[in-house]
């Protein structure tokens, strides 16, 4: 048996240190994106936070998060209503018609007028151009 875990109670105080662990390696490389992320900073301004954030690695996040916390949350939410506002262009884009409503109209009547198309068609086709 290993001399690490004899008993019930040290795998699970193990486990607590190893969960405890991966949670402040989470806390470290988000202060780290954040700190690259930000276009507002300085190079010498990320330079020092860097040192900061390799030399003293917990006390480091612990101060970036302190002091720049508040900031961090709102580049978040820029960047997310960015991708939103992105994802909602592209799928207007997609989605949409990029002709007007009247060359929609005309381009449907010429299909009626064809034959490729019946008078039932035309008419949905006509209402979502006018919708």
């Known amino acids: ?3 690490i875990t004899n008993d019930f109670g040290e795998v ?23 700190l690259f992320g930000d276009r507002s900073l300085s190079g010498w301004a990320k330079a020092g936070w860097a040192i900061l954030l390799i030399f003293v690695p917990w006390v ?4 970036y998060l302190i002091v720049r916390g508040r900031s961090m949350t ?27 409503p009247t060359e929609q ?21 006509k209402a979502k151009a006018l919708a």
């Open 60 to 63: 480091g996040a612990l101060i």
């Open 105 to 125: 109209i005309a381009s449907a009547k010429a299909l009626l007028d064809s034959g490729t198309i019946t008078q039932a068609e035309y008419e949905s086709l």
């Open 1 to 3: 048996m290993d001399a």
């Open 12 to 34: 699970l105080l193990w486990s607590f240190w190893f969960f405890i662990w991966i949670a402040a390696l989470v806390v470290w490389f988000r202060c780290l994106f954040d």
């Open 74 to 100: 709102e580049r978040q939410v820029q960047a997310v209503a960015q991708r939103q506002a992105e994802q909602d262009k592209y799928i207007q884009q997609v989605a949409g018609s990029s002709q007007a």
